[in-house]
């Protein structure tokens, strides 16, 4: 079994800055596809952004595109999710997910595992 735990999100200005983390307890971290998703109150969980296991590859909706930037510890088995240029609408609960599947990294239903969630809210 994998337990991700996400930490970091916190309140921040439209226009600033967050880094929010996931750690895995899973040795085999690189195994995983990573994916960030969001789910803002009476929104449904959306795809944010994704990794492959190398870390080679990375993904992004498009409304977070030039603005996040997701990467990799396989090391440290730990993933990140650097948001600048935040604003208001990015206010949500951000969940890490772990997947087997390549190429399958924008759907809920493409991961496996989920963390509990870290909230992220963007004042204006």
């Known amino acids: 079994q994998v337990q991700l735990v996400e930490s970091g999100g916190g309140l921040v200005q439209a226009g600033g800055s967050l880094r929010v983390s996931c750690a895995a307890s899973?040795?085999?971290?690189?195994?995983?596809?990573m994916g960030w998703f969001r789910q803002a109150p009476g929104k449904e969980r959306e795809f944010v952004a994704a990794i492959s296991r190398s870390g080679r590859s990375t993904y992004y909706a498009n409304s977070v595109k030039g603005r996040f930037t997701i990467s990799r510890d396989n090391a440290k088995n730990t993933v990140y999710l650097q948001m600048n240029s935040l604003k208001p609408e990015d206010t949500a609960v951000y969940y890490c997910?772990?997947?087997?599947?390549?190429?399958?990294?924008?759907?809920?239903?493409?991961?496996?595992?989920w963390g509990q969630g870290t909230q992220v809210t963007v004042s204006s």
């Open positions: 899973e040795r085999t971290f690189s195994s995983y596809t």
């Open positions: 997910a772990a997947g087997y599947r390549d190429y399958a990294y924008a759907r809920v239903s493409d991961y496996n595992y």
